[in-house]
């Protein structure tokens, strides 16, 4: 049986409702770490769920860095605008943007990294793993383990957060989705640099 104090707690640290947070309690038989998993869980099957729905309304975010020198603008969407006046959803916005100015992605989504970009890493890789005289039946995986790294090292939902590398962009995103209970989705972004 989950205490009040527990219950509180752990809603404080997730953001979840109380319902919610004393179920995945009850269920983790009282420990935090296994509900809090429990939690993530759910968050991401709640994600899922709401991800088909239009995201019309949003915001623009930008990010200047200290130096003046580097910045980045983000189109940050969601389905009301209700949601794209809350002040978690534009901090979000403004979390993206110093991410993007941070760590530079380039595309959005592994899957949107061209074809071409990806033959001309393999040129490089392939030469590397010929110098280092590896078999011929593991180059195929090798080469797919590196492409996926690297489409995933170049895109903005797969990247370590800036501010919590252990959480991609993406996670964070589907984080939030479950706590504010809209689709969320980044529209575009920029990034520029004198």
């Known amino acids: 049986m989950a205490t009040l104090d527990q219950i509180k707690n752990l809603r404080e640290r997730t953001g979840a409702g109380i319902v919610e947070v004393k179920k995945a309690l009850e269920e983790a038989g009282g420990d935090d770490q296994k509900a809090i998993e429990i939690l993530r869980k759910r968050g991401q099957e709640k994600a899922m769920k709401k991800s088909d729905r239009v995201a019309e309304e949003g915001v623009i975010a930008s990010y200047v860095h200290s130096n003046g020198r580097v910045g980045a603008i ?21 979390d993206i943007a110093m991410h993007v100015t941070a760590i530079d992605p380039k595309y959005l989504k592994p899957e949107d990294v061209p074809a071409e970009a990806i033959e001309k890493e393999k040129e490089i890789w ?19 383990g590196k492409e996926r790294k690297f489409r ?20 964070l995103i589907t984080e939030k989705i479950s706590k504010i209970g809209e689709n969320i989705q980044v529209g575009d972004f920029s990034r520029l640099e004198l």
């Open 74 to 94: 983000v189109k940050l969407l969601c389905e009301t605008d209700f949601v794209a006046r809350n002040e978690e959803f534009k901090s979000l916005a403004q």
């Open 126 to 144: 392939k030469v590397q793993l010929a110098s280092e005289n590896k078999p011929a039946e593991m180059m195929a995986k090798i080469l797919e």
């Open 152 to 171: 995933e090292e170049i895109s903005l939902l797969t990247q370590p957060f800036v501010k919590n590398p252990d959480q991609t962009v993406g996670g």
